[in-house]
């Protein structure tokens, strides 16, 4: 079945950085946009970032651009998201998700049926 299993969160200091990983399972990785999305206590879910079904497109949030870099490894199954120059915003939980087939980027969320459990990333000094 299809499964989406995020790791590599944990507690950085604010500059430091951090590889979150998106492990893809009962799929073709490459026929689905994968997107990135967290949420912070208190607040909506925000658009972090996504890698399109084709050509490789991407794109990034507004607060994340130039810092964060999404990378599609096929022959891994799993989508990264190295996260540079973390800063204490970028405090939340962060969840991949899949889109619809052939989707491209941005993923909007109510088309997305598969998300992953989450992953915790803390900046803190």
């Known amino acids: 079945q299809v499964q989406l299993v995020e790791s590599g969160g944990g507690l950085v200091q604010p500059g430091g950085s951090l590889r979150l990983s998106c492990a893809a399972s009962?799929?073709?990785?490459?026929?689905?946009?994968i997107g990135w999305f967290r949420q912070a206590p208190g607040k909506e879910r925000e658009a972090v970032s996504c890698?399109?079904?084709?050509?490789?497109?991407?794109t990034y949030g507004a607060s994340v651009k130039g810092r964060f870099t999404i990378v599609r490894d096929i022959a891994k199954k799993t989508v990264y998201l190295q996260m540079d120059s973390l800063r204490f915003e970028d405090t939340a939980v962060y969840y991949c998700?899949?889109?619809?087939?052939?989707?491209?980027?941005?993923?909007?969320?109510?088309?997305?049926?598969?998300w992953g459990q989450g992953t915790q990333v803390t900046v803190s000094s």
């Open positions: 998700a899949r889109g619809p087939h052939g989707s491209l980027c941005p993923i909007v969320p109510k088309t997305v049926n598969y």
């Open positions: 009962g799929f073709t990785l490459n026929a689905y946009a």
């Open positions: 890698v399109g079904s084709r050509w490789n497109f991407t």
